[in-house]
C-alpha cells in the first residue's frame, strides 16, 4: 500500500507519516519498483497505534518507547498522564472562570479589562492587606464580578478583610444564589461566612434568604440570621433571639433585635410574653434569668412593666436588682 492510500485511510497525513520514518516510529516494509514506499498490513496496524497512544497524550518519544521497548510498563505513564491532565483541566477552568468574571463585568475597553484582571490578581494575593485595599477598590471604575467577591468571602478567614468583602458584595448587590449554596456547604466555615454576607445584603430577596435560614439545622446560621432579621423588623426571629438571649450567643445583638422589632406595639407585648415564658423555665440559671430580665430594659408596654415588678421581689439579687434598676427607668420605681 502506497503513502497516499495509506493517507486516506487512516487519516495521518502523508506529511506526518514521513515524519514518524524519520524518527523511527514506523517504517514503510519496503519500496515498489520505482521507489515508492510500500506499508504492510502490519504497518498500517503500528500507525493506528501510535495515534491510539498520541491521543492519550503521550509524546512521540513516549509512544516510541511503548511499542518498542519490551520491558515498559504502562502504569506509572499512565499516572503521569493522569496527573498533567489534572494539572492541564484545573489550569484551563481557572482561565475560564477568570475570563467568565472579565466577561461579567462588561469591559468597555483594554483599560478596563487590564483594571479587572489586576483586582482579580489583588483578590486572590496571599497578604491580607492587599486583598482588603482590592475589596475596598472594588467600587471603583473596575468593579469586581459578584461571582468573584462571592467566591472571596466564603474563603476569606481574615475577620478585617471579610469585612470589607462584605462590605463590597453589598454594594455591587447580587450573588445571593451563590451565597444560597454557600449556606449548604459541607463546612461549618462556610456556612456562617455565607450567612453573614447575606445580612449584609439589603432587599426582600436577602431576607427571604434569611427566614430560611432561621430553620437551618447549623446553629451558627440561624444565629446570625436571626439579628439580621430582628434588625430589618421580621418578627419571625424572635423565638430564635430570645433563646440567643437565655444562652449567652451574641446577646447584646439579640437583644438590640428585640428592642428593634419592640417599636411596634403589638410586637412588643409579644415579645414580653415570650421573655416572661421563658423566664418561668425552671430549668434556667441565674446568669439567664438576668439576662432575659435585661432584654425587658427596652421592650415597652403593660406586659414587661407589669414582669419587672413581679421580678422586682424575684429571689436572685441580681435579678431583682436589675428590674428595680429597670422600673426606676421607665418612671415606675
Same mark, same amino acid.
Given at each position: 500500500?502506497?503513502?497516499?492510500?495509506?493517507?486516506?485511510?487512516?487519516?495521518?497525513?502523508?506529511?506526518?507519516?514521513?515524519?514518524?520514518?524519520?524518527?523511527?516510529?514506523?517504517?514503510?516494509?519496503g519500496r515498489n519498483d520505482v521507489g515508492y514506499r510500500e506499508y504492510s498490513g502490519e504497518d498500517v496496524r503500528r500507525i493506528f497505534h501510535i495515534e491510539s497512544l498520541r491521543?492519550?497524550?503521550?509524546?512521540?518519544?513516549?509512544?516510541?518507547?511503548?511499542?518498542?521497548?519490551?520491558?515498559?510498563?504502562?502504569a506509572g505513564l499512565v499516572d503521569d498522564l493522569a496527573r498533567r491532565t489534572r494539572e492541564r483541566i484545573a489550569s484551563e477552568t481557572e482561565l475560564l472562570t477568570r475570563l467568565s468574571r472579565i466577561?461579567?463585568?462588561?469591559?468597555?475597553d483594554w483599560e478596563d479589562v487590564l483594571r479587572t484582571v489586576a483586582l482579580l490578581q489583588?483578590?486572590?494575593?496571599?497578604?491580607?492587606?492587599?486583598?482588603?485595599?482590592?475589596?475596598?477598590?472594588?467600587?471603583?471604575?473596575?468593579?469586581?464580578?459578584?461571582?468573584?467577591?462571592?467566591?472571596?468571602?466564603?474563603?476569606?478567614?481574615d475577620p478585617s478583610v471579610a469585612g470589607a468583602l462584605r462590605w463590597a458584595l453589598a454594594r455591587a448587590g447580587g450573588g445571593l444564589p451563590l451565597l444560597a449554596e454557600g449556606l449548604e456547604s459541607p463546612l461549618a466555615a462556610v456556612r456562617a461566612r455565607a450567612v453573614r454576607a447575606v445580612a449584609g445584603i439589603p432587599g426582600e430577596a436577602a431576607n427571604a434568604l434569611l427566614r430560611d435560614a432561621l430553620g437551618h439545622p447549623d446553629a451558627a446560621v440561624h444565629q446570625y440570621a436571626a439579628p439580621a432579621l430582628g434588625a430589618r423588623g421580621v418578627a419571625e426571629a424572635v423565638p430564635t433571639l430570645i433563646g440567643m438571649v437565655a444562652e449567652a450567643v451574641r446577646d447584646v445583638d439579640a437583644a438590640d433585635a428585640l428592642g428593634v422589632l419592640a417599636a411596634d406595639p403589638e410586637t412588643a407585648e409579644r415579645i414580653a410574653s415570650a421573655l416572661v415564658g421563658r423566664l418561668a423555665d425552671p430549668a434556667l440559671d441565674a446568669p439567664a434569668r438576668r439576662? =432575659?430580665?435585661?432584654?425587658?430594659?427596652?421592650?415597652?408596654?403593660? !406586659? /414587661?412593666?407589669?414582669? #419587672? $415588678?413581679? =421580678?422586682?421581689?424575684?429571689?436572685?439579687?441580681?435579678?431583682?436588682? !436589675? /428590674?428595680?434598676?429597670? #422600673? $426606676?427607668?421607665?418612671?415606675?420605681?
Amino acid at each position: 500500500m502506497l503513502i497516499g492510500e495509506v493517507a486516506r485511510r487512516s487519516g495521518v497525513s502523508a506529511r506526518m507519516l514521513r515524519h514518524y520514518e524519520s524518527l523511527g516510529l514506523v517504517r514503510p516494509t519496503g519500496r515498489n519498483d520505482v521507489g515508492y514506499r510500500e506499508y504492510s498490513g502490519e504497518d498500517v496496524r503500528r500507525i493506528f497505534h501510535i495515534e491510539s497512544l498520541r491521543s492519550l497524550g503521550l509524546s512521540l518519544r513516549e509512544v516510541g518507547r511503548a511499542l518498542d521497548d519490551p520491558g515498559f510498563s504502562p502504569a506509572g505513564l499512565v499516572d503521569d498522564l493522569a496527573r498533567r491532565t489534572r494539572e492541564r483541566i484545573a489550569s484551563e477552568t481557572e482561565l475560564l472562570t477568570r475570563l467568565s468574571r472579565i466577561g461579567a463585568a462588561g469591559p468597555g475597553d483594554w483599560e478596563d479589562v487590564l483594571r479587572t484582571v489586576a483586582l482579580l490578581q489583588a483578590l486572590g494575593s496571599a497578604s491580607p492587606g492587599t486583598r482588603q485595599r482590592a475589596a475596598l477598590s472594588s467600587a471603583g471604575d473596575a468593579p469586581v464580578p459578584v461571582e468573584a467577591l462571592v467566591e472571596a468571602v466564603l474563603s476569606e478567614p481574615d475577620p478585617s478583610v471579610a469585612g470589607a468583602l462584605r462590605w463590597a458584595l453589598a454594594r455591587a448587590g447580587g450573588g445571593l444564589p451563590l451565597l444560597a449554596e454557600g449556606l449548604e456547604s459541607p463546612l461549618a466555615a462556610v456556612r456562617a461566612r455565607a450567612v453573614r454576607a447575606v445580612a449584609g445584603i439589603p432587599g426582600e430577596a436577602a431576607n427571604a434568604l434569611l427566614r430560611d435560614a432561621l430553620g437551618h439545622p447549623d446553629a451558627a446560621v440561624h444565629q446570625y440570621a436571626a439579628p439580621a432579621l430582628g434588625a430589618r423588623g421580621v418578627a419571625e426571629a424572635v423565638p430564635t433571639l430570645i433563646g440567643m438571649v437565655a444562652e449567652a450567643v451574641r446577646d447584646v445583638d439579640a437583644a438590640d433585635a428585640l428592642g428593634v422589632l419592640a417599636a411596634d406595639p403589638e410586637t412588643a407585648e409579644r415579645i414580653a410574653s415570650a421573655l416572661v415564658g421563658r423566664l418561668a423555665d425552671p430549668a434556667l440559671d441565674a446568669p439567664a434569668r438576668r439576662r =432575659l430580665t435585661q432584654a425587658l430594659a427596652d421592650i415597652p408596654g403593660p !406586659t /414587661a412593666t407589669r414582669a #419587672l $415588678g413581679e =421580678l422586682a421581689e424575684d429571689g436572685d439579687r441580681g435579678v431583682a436588682g !436589675t /428590674a428595680v434598676y429597670l #422600673l $426606676g427607668l421607665r418612671g415606675e420605681g
